[in-house]
Every structure is written in C-alpha cells, then in structure tokens.
C-alpha cells in the first residue's frame, strides 16, 4: 500500500503487511512479543507464534500452566508486537483476551506435528526442570504410550484470542521521522475504528 496511513480499516492494512511479510521474513513472519501483567503487576513478555487472525481477533497456543497461561487467565488482557526488520515495519495490537473454543484448539492440536503433539503432553511448561534428560525421557514415554493412533489435546493445552481495541502501524522513514497511525475503539469487534496519526 502506497500510503498506508490513508487506511480505514486496520484488520486489512494488517493482512496485507502480513502477506508481504511472509514475503520477505526470513523466519517467523508469525512471530510477535506478547506482553502480560503479572500477579505482582509487573509486565512479562515473550516471543510467541500467531496461529490464526480474522476480523475477531489474533490466536496464540500454549498451556495454560504456563506463565503466559496463568497470567492471561488472571488477568485477561495483553499487547503484541509484530516486527517486521526486512520491511522496516512494525504493528502492536492490545486489547482483552478470550480463551478460544475447544473446537478451534483441538482443530489446530490436530494439524501439529506428532512430536509437537507429545511435546504439549511431557512440558510442565515454565516449572523447573531437572535435566534436559528428564524432558526427553518424558517425551519417549509419551510416544510409546501413543505409538498407535491419535495423540488428544491436553486438557491444559489451548489457545487466546486478542480481541483488539488498539492498533498501531509504524513504517520506518528517513532521518527517523517515521510513519505512525492508530486505530482504536473502545468495544472489541464492535463500532467504527478511530484513526489518528501521530508524532514518530
């Protein structure tokens, strides 16, 4: 897009610099920092993989133990940023987090690799691990209890869904007066979109 700050609606100036990610990323055009709060107020964040966008929102999977999956179920809202470094760009999305349904995480479970799959069962994932061996010894258990057949979703491994209130586009410019536009609204999936530019 020529001039993406003449842009109306953010979910398809999203989808679009996506596609040309994924284009030119050399890995993970996917990939996004996700930001958490928590039970201190602290923020926590980390590299996760988007799994799924639409016009509700943008998808994540992990398990629910873990630290991302303990503080978004206490306290369900979160910021992500997506950098794009071969295009010079950059988009941060916040708003509240919803758990996805059982069907949508046991559709996406199913397309996982096999070892993907065993891995969700043997990771308490964030908790304190003995050895890298007591991992794999735990996974090859795992395997031969599953030699045959399909490997179920973990009752603790699912998915969020970023309901966005907040969206904000940033292009690189010369001598660093950037391109920046926001998008916001105050209910997700709900009402116009508020668009605004901003200082770099």
Request: cysteine-free; overall charge neutral.
């Amino acid at each position: 897009m020529s001039d993406f700050t003449a842009a109306t609606d953010p979910l398809a100036l999203f989808a679009a610099w996506l596609l040309e990610a994924e284009g030119s990323e050399p890995n993970d055009p996917n990939g996004m920092a996700l930001a958490t709060v928590d039970s201190d107020g602290l923020p926590d964040v980390r590299m996760v993989l988007m799994k799924d966008f639409d016009e509700r929102g943008l998808v994540f999977y992990t398990n629910y133990g873990s630290a991302k999956g303990r503080e978004l179920l206490a306290n369900p809202k979160a910021a992500a940023l997506f950098h794009w470094k071969s295009l010079r760009r950059q988009v941060r999305v916040r708003g509240p987090v919803q758990p996805v349904t059982a069907e949508e995480a046991d559709a996406y479970f199913k397309t996982r690799p096999r070892h993907s799959r065993l891995g969700a069962w043997a990771s308490k994932q964030s908790e304190p691990l003995e050895s890298r061996f007591a991992l794999e010894k735990s996974v090859a258990a795992l395997a031969a209890k599953h030699a045959i057949g399909e490997i179920p979703r973990p009752p603790h491994w699912s998915g969020f869904r970023i309901l966005p209130t907040q969206i904000e586009f940033w292009k690189d410019g010369a001598f660093r007066l950037h391109d920046r536009i926001v998008f916001r609204r105050d209910v997700p999936g709900e009402g116009d979109w508020n668009r605004e530019r901003l200082y770099p």
